[in-house]
């Protein structure tokens, strides 16, 4: 959660809402928001167009049905918890879900009606219709409308930079508009493509390699090498030192809703040239200069700058460098693993992840981060693949969950105000270490006049102040904590099937998904969370030197740990080591 200056006309308190909902785009959109608060990967309609998808992949490959009724529970359960579904749909939601899985013809037919009634651009646009209509005390609803419109976005192609850009300049950098609200001038920007998706041309400056390729090979991804920029395009200072010495690719009629979407889309192209290079020369590289120059067709002077060497693989948390280096010796001081019998795989597993740091294409990165987290996970016996997976992995983000999502509050409240976070610290007894405090602070009502406090300070932090709100909601008591662990959980199986669902499309069908980006990022967060967990149980002072006991062990503590929080009951929350696992 990023913390902005925030204008006057946005502080008045009739505008409430409006900052609420510019805060929480900006934050869903924020390339490195963490976990549970960013983006989600699909809306309804796309559900809807994956339930189809899966329903014919049972049908064509005698895959079995739990993948339809996974996804069909999926999709019934956002259905009904959706104001938007609600708003477009006139036949009562059950007509379409609640059918006998052995008819599956049936579901067929309903879900195509209930898609083709559904359409995405239907979607967005009375999603963007109801976000107008929002009151300022409708925070709950503010909120989701914001994390629809921006899936929404996504999934019809818009860049996560472009909205993101666009939401800091429109609420947060530009002045008032003359007409109309900051609000109905972003969602006007943002969906601008539903008028016609503009085309692109750009300039990428080369070096060797495409620059000896015949012109007809360059055609086929309408290329061609120049000498001088093009009139159209109006190239700042630091691209013609860039390009100085070099030779220019030329790419044109690239179609996409903005600038950066369409810088991934040509960077993929020149990839995808140089790898054709490399089936007949073996000494190349596919690496390009860290800038692309893009204009849209046919209006000289709207060139743009945007970065080419963006890495998904690294929209995640990241150390200094020489802290990193610190960490590694320790790891390797302590850890057993590569000295012990599972020291193949766990290189192996190195091996896989480096490769998709490595990797400039993104259906590269998420096999190879897919490959990680089968190769970790141990394969149990009548399981599947993807099974064995989510059993290894889902107790092991349960136990991690609270911790995490705490540690973001408090990382989020120390950027509001470092002094106040500081001050109120100090004001917490009890608990051990930053994030316990911060539970107790939230959560546990011996502290409520002291985050009451707090909370009347964040006047021109309204999500933040949600986002506490919040927190004390789903956390009041262990039941609630359970409730919402397992919530966690079910997301997470569900995103890791789909993973392993884009990981076959694009081996098996050479399938681009429009989710893929999302699902690297999401695939990474949990290859992290689990080759942490593993890493420090088979180090001192843990006695396990090999994954699967890691495994066993970390199965046995979550058990242990649920059934500790059921326990608490609806008793509010006074000691936070019991809601905060610590594998120590």
């Known amino acids: 959660m990023r913390k902005f200056e925030v204008p006057e006309d946005l502080l008045l308190p009739e505008n409430e809402g409006e900052l609420l909902f510019a805060q929480r785009v900006a934050e869903l959109s924020y390339l490195y928001t963490k976990e549970s608060y960013r983006v989600s990967t699909t809306t309804v309609p796309f559900l809807a167009y994956e339930c189809l998808s899966v329903i014919d992949d049972h049908r064509q490959f005698g895959l079995h049905i739990s993948g339809v009724e996974r996804v069909l529970d999926e999709l019934k359960r956002k259905s009904h918890q959706n104001i938007i579904v609600q708003k477009i749909i006139d036949v009562p939601l059950n007509f379409y879900f609640d059918h006998d899985l052995s008819n599956i013809s049936k579901i067929e037919d309903s879900i195509r009606v209930f898609s083709k009634q559904l359409t995405p651009i239907r979607y967005l646009k009375e999603a963007s219709s109801i976000t107008l209509s929002a009151g300022n005390a409708e925070k709950t609803k503010i909120d989701f409308l914001a994390s629809e419109i921006t899936c929404a976005l996504i999934n019809l192609g818009v860049s996560q930079d472009y909205i993101y850009q666009e939401s800091c300049r429109i609420f947060f950098n530009e002045a008032k508009p003359e007409a109309g609200r900051r609000i109905e001038k972003f969602l006007e920007?943002?969906?601008?493509?539903?008028?016609?998706?503009?085309?692109?041309?750009?300039l990428i400056p080369i070096q060797a390699g495409i620059v000896e390729l015949n012109t007809d090979v360059l055609k086929l991804f309408r290329s061609e090498i120049v000498e001088q920029i093009p009139d159209d395009f109006v190239a700042p200072p630091e691209f013609v030192t860039e390009s100085e010495g070099k030779h220019l690719l030329f790419l044109t009629q690239v179609g996409s809703p903005d600038y950066q979407s369409a810088a991934k889309l040509l960077k993929r192209n020149v990839v995808r040239i140089?790898?054709?290079?490399?089936?007949?020369?073996?000494?190349?590289?596919?690496?390009?200069?860290?800038?692309?120059?893009?204009a849209k067709t046919g209006?000289?002077?709207?060139?743009?700058?945007?970065?080419?060497?963006?890495?998904?693989?690294?929209?995640?948390?990241?150390?200094?460098?020489?802290?990193?280096?610190?960490?590694?010796?320790?790891?390797?001081?302590?850890?057993?693993?590569p000295r012990g019998e599972d020291s193949e795989k766990f290189f192996r597993v190195v091996d896989f992840h480096g490769m998709s740091l490595s990797s400039p294409i993104p259906e590269n990165q998420l096999i190879n981060l897919w490959t990680s987290l089968e190769t970790i996970a141990p394969s149990l016996k009548g399981k599947s693949i993807v099974g064995s997976v989510c059993e290894g992995l889902l107790p092991i983000i349960g136990l991690q969950y609270i911790s995490r999502t705490f540690l973001n509050a408090a990382r989020?409240?120390?950027?509001?105000?470092?002094?106040?976070?500081?001050?109120a610290m100090k004001g917490i007894e009890r608990g051990e270490g930053i994030i316990e405090k911060t539970f107790l602070l939230i959560c546990d009502p011996a502290y409520d006049a002291l985050c009451t406090s707090l909370l009347a300070e964040m006047?021109?932090?309204?999500?933040?102040?949600?986002?506490?709100?919040?927190?004390?909601?789903?956390?009041?008591?262990?039941?609630?904590?359970?409730i919402q662990i397992k919530c966690h959980l079910e997301k997470a199986e569900q995103q890791l099937h789909r993973i392993y669902r884009a990981r076959n499309s694009i081996v098996h069908s050479a399938q681009k998904d429009q989710l893929t980006e999302n699902l690297i990022i999401s695939a990474h967060e949990y290859f992290d969370q689990v080759f942490s967990l593993t890493v420090e149980l088979c180090s001192k002072p843990f006695t396990f030197d090999n994954y699967r006991d890691a495994f066993s062990f970390s199965k046995m503590?979550?058990?242990?740990?649920?059934?500790?929080?059921?326990?608490?009951?609806?008793?509010?929350?006074?000691d936070a080591s019991k809601f905060v696992w610590r594998a120590s």
């Open 189 to 202: 920007s943002v969906r601008a493509f539903e008028s016609g998706i503009p085309t692109f041309s750009a």
């Open 459 to 482: 006047h021109d932090f309204p999500l933040l102040k949600f986002r506490i709100f919040d927190l004390n909601r789903k956390y009041k008591s262990g039941k609630s904590a359970e």
């Open 274 to 294: 140089h790898d054709l290079l490399g089936l007949f020369y073996h000494k190349g590289s596919n690496e390009i200069g860290p800038c692309i120059l893009i």
């Open 557 to 574: 503590a979550f058990n242990s740990y649920i059934k500790s929080l059921g326990e608490i009951g609806a008793d509010p929350p006074s």
């Open 299 to 337: 209006e000289p002077g709207t060139s743009v700058l945007v970065r080419s060497d963006q890495n998904l693989m690294q929209l995640i948390s990241d150390n200094p460098r020489t802290l990193a280096a610190r960490k590694l010796e320790t790891m390797i001081k302590t850890l057993r693993l």
């Open 412 to 423: 989020d409240i120390k950027r509001w105000d470092k002094k106040k976070f500081r001050e």
